[in-house]
């Protein structure tokens, strides 16, 4: 028995130390950079000094402006095709690179991916001018990290949260296994105060479902979930079609056209 319980404090040990140290290498994974500098792209700096890219759709009709924030494995490079999207549906859009990813420079952790968010965040308000009232914070995966912590953080219309965890380390363990965490939307999104949009797959095998339905259900703020059935973690939008847009559009009237 005291073998026994030796090797679990032993592994236990292994345990936060490998979440201590390794595990920013585990939840940033930046892919061979998908894009090249050129004019089209803006060159941000965050308060920590560092260089990262972003990309601006504008639309003259558009009253709403998504601050689009991607998942772990992609870049800016790779999601332009998703925010042309966007700016199609009617929306003026805005995509911007984390520490480390594509051209930028620096290293991804947690406390920077918040530095480039507030870097874009206040690019919209300082320089194309426009109004918090008007931006809509959206996060895919690790991204609505960035995206909810933005909304508690700054005022904005609202937030949409796609595919979204509780916290890093649970959509390894489910369970609290450690006295540390990071990225704890769970804990934040108590705190939000405007409208939440939550868009998950019934069959995500990266973030399982679970994690959507609970920060839904813990938001207390006007709300909406958005039930993507037989639906994986990257192919929502591709797999629900013009229903995805018209729940956006849908959400965005019922929340937000009073104001």
Excluded at 30 to 54: V, W
Excluded at 75 to 89: A, T
Excluded at 240 to 257: M, P, V
Aim: aromatic fraction near 12%.
């Amino acid at each position: 028995m005291r073998l026994i319980i030796i090797n679990i404090l032993i592994a236990y040990v292994a345990l936060l130390l490998a979440a201590y140290f390794l595990s920013d290498s585990i939840i940033f994974q930046p892919p061979r950079t998908g894009y090249q500098d050129n004019l089209e792209l803006i060159q941000l700096r965050t308060s920590d000094g560092e260089k990262i890219f972003a990309y601006y759709l504008p639309n003259k009709n558009a009253k709403y402006t998504l601050l689009v924030s991607h998942g772990n494995a992609r870049d800016l490079g790779q999601i332009i095709p998703f925010l042309n999207e966007i700016h199609d549906h009617g929306f003026s859009v805005f995509g911007y690179d984390y520490h480390g990813y594509g051209l930028s420079s620096g290293r991804p952790n947690e406390f920077n991916a918040y530095l480039d968010i507030e870097a874009a965040y206040n690019y919209l308000i300082q320089n194309l001018h426009i109004s918090p009232e008007n931006i809509i914070s959206y996060g895919h995966s690790l991204g609505a990290a960035m995206a909810l912590d933005l909304a508690v953080q700054k005022p904005v219309a609202a937030v949409i949260l796609e595919a979204p965890f509780v916290t890093a380390f649970r959509v390894v363990t489910r369970v609290p296994l450690v006295p540390f965490d990071k990225f704890n939307n769970l804990k934040k999104i108590k705190l939000l105060k405007c409208p939440l949009l939550v868009i998950h797959g019934t069959i995500d095998r990266i973030i399982p479902f679970w994690h959507g339905k609970n920060l839904y259900d813990a938001a207390l703020v006007p709300k909406q979930f958005y039930v993507v059935k037989n639906v994986g973690h990257n192919d929502i939008e591709i797999a629900a079609g013009e229903e995805y847009w018209d729940t956006i559009s849908s959400f965005i009237k019922q929340n937000l056209t009073k104001k």
